[in-house]
């Protein structure tokens, strides 16, 4: 059984809170760099995933961790989601030099904590975990916004959705979309789209014991019992 999994990913990997707990003094600096000055830097990113990794294997609080991470591992215990299953994981990125580098953060500390396959190469990415970047998602840019929500966002639920159901067509309903991460404004928009595609909609919130499923053109919030 395999599932597709989109997950928004935020700036929480960079939260002030949760830089203040790195060691290294160098990524420290880089990770609380003010927006204007923030650049990507792959070195910086992967060792800010294995941060976070090592977090994960201490058993802490979820609040301590990315919003990202510590939802999917709520998700993955949910729908029982296994090591060499053929899932595939897309991070989607915001159109910002932030937005791509805690992408980046999110996806190698996916990588490490949950090692769901065993791919190997010079990249991060594989069939089984892949960066998008929808480009646009910004509220001060609202023609850009209008143009990710109504076409770029869309196009690529499209294509990961056709691409799935062709290499698996007997899991056409095992597809979910993970908005923890997301930006606040685009959730309404992305649950119809999720309504539209047929994708489950999860979301964890800040400090909540259990994720919250939304199932395809229904009304109802179901809470998920906590540890299943």
Known sequence: MS?????????????PEKVQRITNSELRIWANEKDEYFRENERMERLLGE?????FALNVQRKVLPAEIASLSLIRQHYKIEAGDDSRFVFLASETVKG???????????????QLC???GPGLACAHIAIREVTGIQHKDPLGFSNGVN???????????TSFVTNHP???QHMLFNFTGSYKGLIPYATALCDSYRFEMLYL???????????PR?????PLPEGT
């Open 118 to 120: 065993t791919c190997a």
């Open 51 to 55: 941060h976070v990794a090592r977090l």
């Open 100 to 114: 791509r580098s805690c992408a980046a953060v999110v996806a190698h500390a996916f990588r490490k904590v949950f």
């Open 205 to 215: 919130f800040q400090d909540s014991p259990v994720l919250f499923l939304k199932k």
């Open 170 to 172: 007997h899991d056409e």
């Open 3 to 15: 599932y597709l999994v989109l997950t928004t990913v935020g700036t929480s990997a960079v939260d």
């Open 218 to 222: 229904e009304r109802t919030l179901i």
């Open 151 to 161: 076409v770029r966002l869309p196009h690529i639920i499209e294509e990961e959705k």
